[in-house]
Antibody
Framework: EVQLVQSGAEMKKPGESLKISCKGS????????IGWVRQMPGKGLEWMGS????????RYSPSFQGQVTISGDKSINTAYLQWSSLKASDTAMYFC??????????????WGQGTLVTVSS | NFILTQPHSVSESPGKTVTISCTRS????????VQWFQQRPGSSPTTVIY?????PSGVPDRFSGSVDSSSNSASLTISGLKTEDEGDYYC??????????FGGGTKLTVL
């Protein structure tokens, strides 16, 4: 069974750093892109970027380029999303999702449970 | 780059049929497949339609998808509405430059 399990909720102060994780199981982790999606309180889904764990090829949405860093460790089937200096506006739910291997489309077929990040002084 | 525009909210009675639209701002809607996700409150999104009109296993055939090149839009139609269909629905497509593009989401209320 394919599963993406994300790290737990975080409460941080502005200016602090943070790294959240997404561990895949039930499939060959190296062979599928993993994407990160932000959902701000009461708002919609926003694609942040994706990583291919096999070679760490990474793509970012222009809206998030330079704001976050996406990385991965294929030896432990885990992808990461990190911030070097959090802002209150980073408060959101963050989902990781596996990109399907369809050659016909780009979409996500499995999602993690989400990690709630709260940034407040 | 393009954006996908959805109505903010729709509502309909149980047993009725509702259609949610998703209009592409530039480029042809038929250039890249459209997917639809359902997100119930407090849950992760799940796919209800992929590749314009395909249903994943386990999704009831009350859910259907289509695209219309004349209006440059995709549509999700849910027939025989049930209260369990309530939630937010997002269309999604992609662009070779920006990868994944989501619509703004539509809140479906079944009342």
């Amino acid at each position: 069974e394919v599963q993406l399990v994300q790290s737990g909720a975080e409460m941080k102060k502005p200016g602090e750093s943070l790294k959240i994780s997404c561990k895949g199981s039930g499939y060959r982790f190296s062979n599928y892109w993993i994407g990160w999606v932000r959902q701000m309180p009461g708002k919609g889904l926003e694609w942040m970027g994706s990583i291919y764990p096999g070679d760490s090829d990474t793509r970012y949405s222009p809206s998030f380029q330079g704001q976050v860093t996406i990385s991965g460790d294929k030896s432990i089937n885990t992808a990461y999303l990190q911030w070097s200096s959090l802002k209150a506006s980073d408060t959101a739910m963050y989902f990781c999702a596996r990109r399907s291997q369809s050659s016909r489309t780009i979409t996500f077929d499995y999602w993690g449970q989400g990690t709630l990040v709260t940034v407040s002084s | 780059n393009f954006i996908l525009t959805q109505p903010h909210s729709v509502s309909e009675s149980p047993g009725k049929t509702v259609t949610i639209s998703c209009t592409r701002s530039s480029g042809s809607i038929v250039s890249n497949y459209v997917q639809w996700f359902q997100q119930r409150p407090g849950s992760s999104p799940t796919t209800v339609i992929y590749e314009d009109n395909q249903r994943p296993s386990g999704v009831p055939d009350r859910f259907s998808g289509s695209v219309d090149s004349s209006s440059n839009s995709a549509s999700l139609t849910i027939s025989g509405l049930k209260t369990e269909d309530e939630g937010d629905y997002y269309c999604q497509s992609y662009d070779i430059n920006t990868d994944v593009v989501f619509g703004g989401g539509t809140k479906l209320t079944v009342l």
